[in-house]
């Protein structure tokens, strides 16, 4: 069982570079999300996604930029890398029946220099 | 300003004694509860919840009490295995969406 896979697991970006962390899930997930986790502060929500074709913002949006166009991946796009985005990021999906627990991904450390 | 507050970012107990991890929040709209676990370099796997409608709910060794007119709710482990070492971040929800907030996690360091 994949569940969620999160790809790449490490990159180190130099400021102003671009780039897109994928995730791909396989329980057929409504609902699907990024987090970034920082020393001190949990998790918190960059954007979200309740179906195919939606996105929608979270806690901490700034920066970042997201697509679902296929309702098995949301990815994750850095436009312009800073080095505050030097986080780890975890993506999470999780059906639509009522509350249901979030299923994460192993996550991905991105490095900014 | 952070809506779950996890005030102990580490805790040590023995091997076969209670664990006692703490959460609070702010919002009185959250219905919802988590637990979740996290080793190192893995993502959060979900332990226990708990809704509004309920003050305690347990399953094996692990039970999650919820004081609504406190805004907060704790996590007991009995007995703790030194498995059981990990960081455990509480979660809490207020809408249809599923969106979670997380408070920072505590480290439980369960000594043999």
């Known amino acids: 069982n994949a569940g969620v896979t999160q790809t790449p697991k490490f990159r180190v970006l130099k400021t102003g570079q671009s780039m897109t962390l994928l995730c791909a899930q396989d329980?057929?997930?409504?609902?699907m999300y990024w987090y970034r986790q920082d020393p001190g502060m949990g998790l918190r929500l960059i954007h979200y996604s309740v179906g195919e074709g939606t996105t929608a913002k979270g806690e901490v949006p700034d920066g970042y930029n997201v697509s679902r166009l296929k309702k098995q991946n949301f990815l994750l796009g850095l436009e312009s890398a800073a080095p505050s985005q030097t986080s780890v990021y975890f993506c999470?999906?999780?059906?639509?029946?009522?509350?249901?627990?979030?299923?994460f991904g192993d996550g991905t450390r991105l490095s900014i220099l | 300003d952070q809506q779950v507050k996890q005030n102990s970012p580490s805790l040590s107990v023995q091997e076969g004694r209670i664990s006692i991890l703490n959460c609070d929040y702010t919002?009185?709209?959250?219905?919802?509860f988590l637990w979740y676990k996290k080793y190192p370099a893995e993502g959060p796997t979900f332990l226990i919840s708990i809704s509004s409608i309920k003050d305690k709910n347990e399953d094996g060794r692990f039970t999650v009490f919820l004081n609504k007119s406190a805004k907060h709710l704790s996590l007991h482990i009995v007995p703790s295995q030194p498995g059981d070492s990990a960081v455990y971040f509480c979660?809490?929800?207020?809408?249809?969406?599923?969106?979670?907030?997380f408070g920072s996690g505590t480290k439980l360091n369960v000594k043999p």
């Open positions: 999470a999906s999780s059906g639509w029946t009522g509350w249901e627990p979030q299923h």
């Open positions: 329980m057929n997930h409504e609902y």
């Open positions: 919002n009185s709209m959250f219905d919802y």
């Open positions: 979660a809490a929800s207020a809408d249809n969406f599923n969106k979670f907030y």
